[in-house]
C-alpha cells in the first residue's frame, strides 16, 4: 500500500514564501513520477508541477519563475519550494504519484495567501 503524507501548508502574507513535503511510503518512490495539484474554493483541481523518475520537470504557467518542484529519492520524498505568493495561490495543495498507471494521492494541505 502506497501513502503519501503532504505537510508544509500554513497562512503566509503575498510575497512570501512556503516549502511544501510530501513523504511517501513503499518502494516504488524511485520509479514514480510525481507532481503537485492544487483546488482552490470553487475550483476544479488543477496541475501545479510535475517531475519524472529522472528528474524532468513541468510547470503551469501561473506558476512559473515562482515555484520549484524536487525530489529526493534517499527520503523517499517530494518538495514544492514556492516563492512570491500570491493570494490566488490559496488552495489545498495535492501530492500525486504516478506509477505503472496507478495513480495515488495524498490527503491535502492547505496553502492561504492573504492579500
Known amino acids: 500500500q502506497v501513502q503519501l503524507v503532504e505537510s508544509g501548508g500554513g497562512w503566509v502574507q503575498a510575497g512570501g514564501s512556503l516549502r511544501l513535503s510530501c513523504a511517501t511510503s513503499g518502494s516504488i518512490f524511485r520509479a514514480s513520477a510525481m507532481a503537485w495539484y492544487r483546488q482552490g474554493p470553487g475550483k476544479q483541481r488543477e496541475l501545479v508541477a510535475s517531475i519524472t523518475s529522472g528528474g524532468s520537470t513541468n510547470y503551469a504557467d501561473s506558476v512559473k519563475g515562482r515555484f520549484t518542484i524536487s525530489r529526493d529519492n534517499a527520503k523517499n520524498t517530494v518538495y514544492l519550494q514556492m516563492n512570491s505568493l500570491k493570494p490566488e495561490d490559496t488552495a489545498v495543495y495535492y501530492c500525486?504519484?504516478?506509477?505503472?498507471?496507478?495513480?495515488?494521492w495524498g490527503q491535502g494541505t492547505q496553502v492561504t495567501v492573504s492579500s
Open positions: 500525486r504519484l504516478e506509477f505503472n498507471s496507478n495513480y495515488y
